[in-house]
């Protein structure tokens, strides 16, 4: 029998539910108090603070086809660290394809901070303002 981590186990929920665009399920692993930091020069950048901006970033987020596959994880009591893909398939041939990083802050089994790290942030404002210029 193998023994996940809980943190891990709660990350793993969280990426299940992006998959499937289950805000009820994301709403309910965040804290309340929840900061998303999104760091750049682009529409959807700078610190989302509470359940309803962070919810509302996804709602964005998803207007980009932007998706997400963990590659590796790493753990401890508080915090977990996550390298992904990213990629999208949008229609109009504006796409992505990248990595990033998000170091994970966990306090009482639920999310408490997030920090992306992306692998070339100036490629990632560049997809973010073409795709909500179009958007707009």
Known sequence: MTV???????????????VQDDHN?????????????VPGKHP??????????????????????FQAEPIVL???DQFVIDCHRNWSNRSDGINFKGMSCL???IEGEKIT?????????????QFFTAVYSKLI
Not at 12 to 18: E, I, R, V
Not at 25 to 37: E, F
Not at 45 to 52: A, F, Q, R
């Open 4 to 18: 996940v981590h809980p943190n891990l186990f709660l990350i793993n929920q969280f990426f299940q539910a992006y």
């Open 25 to 37: 399920t994301i709403a309910q692993i965040l804290s309340k108090d929840i900061r998303w930091v």
């Open 44 to 65: 959807l950048s700078g610190t989302k603070n509470g359940i309803e901006e962070v919810l509302h970033y996804f709602a964005q987020l998803s207007k980009s086809a």
């Open 74 to 76: 790493g753990v401890n």
């Open 103 to 105: 170091l994970w802050k």
């Open 113 to 125: 901070e997030v920090y992306n790290f992306p692998e070339d942030q100036h490629y990632v404002d």
